[in-house]
């Protein structure tokens, strides 16, 4: 898994500070050393965000949660650390309570297509975040979102479709 995050973050435009190893000393090819680490905000502790979350982490990213449902964020918070920001990541108080001005990266993982898209409007429009990614389940609210500016759109509903043609595919071919 690893290496996979290795591969992704040179996507996003970022390398490696040494080149033999996948740490967490993530630089941006022109950021300065006062970054060192790679700094995430992920908006929603449902699942998605939870298992986001502690990948990032594990892969040595320092990551804060925003989340507006109580009971949700002291879960989390129990589970991951006091990482979690309670409130509404569509708001701009709430985004600047988390550190949203110093992130390289804003994930938004909520389940309603129009929140992920403003969330991620105000993370890079008002803060000026690199990179944002949001997950879709409509796709055609994912076209929109990318038309947006949305760096990165998590289409939900063609992944799902993706994995299972790979999984039902073979049981479609005939033996000849």
């Given at each position: 898994m690893i290496p996979n995050f290795c591969q992704y973050m040179k996507t996003l435009g970022l390398k490696l500070l040494t080149p033999t190893t996948c740490s967490w000393k993530l630089l941006r090819a022109d950021w300065i050393n006062e970054r060192y680490t790679l700094y995430v905000i992920v908006v929603g502790c449902g699942?998605?965000?939870?298992?986001?979350?502690?990948?990032?982490?594990?892969?040595?990213?320092?990551?804060?949660?925003?989340?507006?449902?109580?009971?949700?964020?002291?879960?989390?918070?129990?589970?991951?650390?006091?990482?979690?920001?309670?409130?509404?990541?569509?708001?701009?108080d709430t985004q600047n309570t988390a550190g949203t001005e110093r992130a390289a990266l804003f994930i938004s993982t909520l389940r309603s297509d129009e929140d992920n898209m403003l969330a991620c409007q105000i993370a890079k429009h008002h803060f000026e975040v690199d990179r944002t990614i949001a997950m879709s389940g409509n796709p055609d609210n994912a076209k929109l979102l990318s038309l947006l500016g949305i760096d990165i759109v998590v289409d939900v509903t063609e992944l799902i479709t993706e994995k299972i043609q790979s999984l039902v595919a073979p049981m479609l071919v005939e033996d000849l």
């Open positions: 699942t998605t965000g939870i298992k986001v979350a502690e990948w990032l982490m594990a892969s040595g990213a320092e990551v804060t949660l925003i989340e507006k449902i109580a009971e949700k964020q002291r879960l989390a918070d129990n589970l991951l650390g006091s990482v979690v920001v309670l409130g509404d990541g569509t708001m701009i």
